[in-house]
């Protein structure tokens, strides 16, 4: 199973929104609605951001949206602020039964 | 609170075997797929492998299939990982995770909660 593919980084001014990709095939992120989003900071384990390509776990900022089409996923952060500085990825069950993350994005908050 | 706590990592010469555990406290065990999602010095993440709620269905990556055993013991509240003929690409930190909703692992792909992580060094 090939890893998601992600922009290795992004950057974007504070308060400005930036929009990160996740591109699988039909097997993964294009036939299942089971794509989830991580945000890692450095030295510590991922936090869940968004799960079922949309939806917010309780507690994480509306802020953080997602959305999909087709066999790729996008996860958009608005009103960049510096906390938001961090790795980010995707992951997305897959026809095998397996789970399959993406290759990971950093974000720079300039 | 829910709480996941790794051990066992540590370093291990090629071809050899190590077994991780994970205890967990704060919510209904076996209501829970689980999960070990490793990740490499300075890598992304990997999915490893799962296991269902009541432990009777077991998933891995292909890279390590054959290798490594997923276990649960639903009444001491543990997740375990038996890692057999480990080679030095399975160097990584390795982190349980638990899932968001379900027993099962489709229904439970995604993890609200991690542990803090334990390191794996597979080297001569």
């Known amino acids: 199973q090939s890893a998601l593919t992600q922009p290795a980084s992004v950057s974007g001014s504070p308060g400005q929104s930036i929009t990160i990709s996740c591109t699988g095939t039909?097997?993964?992120?294009?036939?299942?609605?089971?794509v989830s989003w991580y945000q890692q900071h450095p030295g510590k384990a991922p936090k869940l951001m968004i799960y079922d390509v949309t939806n917010r776990p309780s507690g994480v900022s509306n802020r953080f949206s997602g959305s999909k089409s087709g066999n790729t996923a996008s996860l958009t952060i608005s009103g960049l602020q510096a906390e938001d500085e961090a790795d980010y990825y995707c992951?997305?069950?897959?026809?095998?039964?397996?789970?399959?993350f993406g290759g990971g994005t950093k974000l720079t908050v300039l | 609170e829910v709480q996941l706590l790794e051990s066992g990592g540590g370093l291990v010469q090629p071809g050899g075997s190590l077994r991780l555990s994970c205890a967990v406290s704060g919510f209904t065990f076996s209501s829970y797929a689980m999960s070990w999602v490793r990740q490499a010095p300075g890598k992304g993440l990997e999915w490893v492998s799962a296991i269902s709620g009541g432990g009777g269905s077991t998933y891995y990556a292909d890279s390590v299939k054959g290798r490594f055993t997923i276990s649960r013991d639903n009444s001491k509240n543990t997740l375990s990982l038996q890692m057999n003929s480990l080679r030095a690409e399975d160097t990584a930190v390795y982190y349980c995770?638990?899932?968001?909703?379900?027993?099962?692992?489709?229904?439970?792909?995604?993890?609200?909660?991690w542990g803090q992580g334990t390191l794996v060094t597979v080297s001569s």
């Open positions: 039909s097997s993964d992120v294009g036939g299942y609605n089971y």
């Open positions: 995770a638990k899932s968001l909703t379900g027993t099962t692992f489709r229904s439970g792909y995604c993890f609200d909660y």
């Open positions: 992951s997305s069950y897959t026809s095998s039964g397996t789970l399959v």
